[in-house]
C-alpha cells in the first residue's frame, strides 16, 4: 500500500511540473531541439521541429523553405559541428513566440571548415500543441 502512495504522489509531483513549465521554457525547449538537430543532421528531427510553412532565411539573403532547409542540413552541405547561443530572449504572444539570440557556430559546409557569428530571429508557432519553427533570419555580427 505504501508503495502505491508513494508512486501515486511521485506521478502528482511530475504531472504538476509538466504542467507547471512555463511557455517560456517550453519555446527554449525547442531552440534546443532545433540546435540539436542541427548539429547532428538527423533528418527526421529536422522534419519534426520545421513547420511544412518554413521561411529559413539566411545572412546572406538566401532564402530557404522546409524542404531545402532540411536537404541543405541532413546532405552536409551546411554542416553545424558546434553552435552556441547567448542573449537570447523569447517573447510568446498567444500560438507564436519570437525568439532572438546570438549565435556562434564552427561549420563544416561541404567540407570546408569555418566559423560563423550570427544574430538570429526565429518565429515559432504552435501545432498540435507542439511549438514549430515557422520563420528563422539571420544576419551577420
Not at 24 to 50: P, R
Not at 83 to 97: C, F, R
Not at 101 to 128: Q, R, W, Y
Amino acid at each position: 500500500m505504501k508503495k502505491v502512495i508513494v508512486f501515486a504522489l511521485l506521478a502528482m509531483t511530475l504531472s504538476y511540473t509538466a504542467l507547471a513549465q512555463t511557455k517560456d521554457e517550453k519555446v527554449s525547449a525547442a531552440v534546443e531541439l532545433l540546435k540539436q538537430a542541427m548539429i547532428s543532421g538527423n533528418q527526421a528531427d529536422l522534419e519534426n521541429i520545421a513547420a511544412t510553412q518554413l521561411q529559413y532565411g539566411h545572412s546572406s539573403g538566401k532564402l530557404e523553405d522546409k524542404a531545402s532547409f532540411v536537404k541543405s542540413i541532413a546532405s552536409g552541405a551546411s554542416d553545424f559541428v558546434t553552435i552556441d547561443l547567448s542573449e537570447q530572449t523569447i517573447k510568446v504572444t498567444g500560438k507564436v513566440a519570437v525568439v532572438r539570440h546570438k549565435l556562434m557556430a564552427k561549420t563544416n559546409d561541404s567540407g570546408k571548415p569555418g566559423e560563423v557569428k550570427l544574430g538570429i530571429m526565429l518565429v515559432f508557432a504552435k501545432e498540435k500543441g507542439d511549438w514549430k519553427l515557422l520563420a528563422r533570419q539571420a544576419y551577420k555580427i
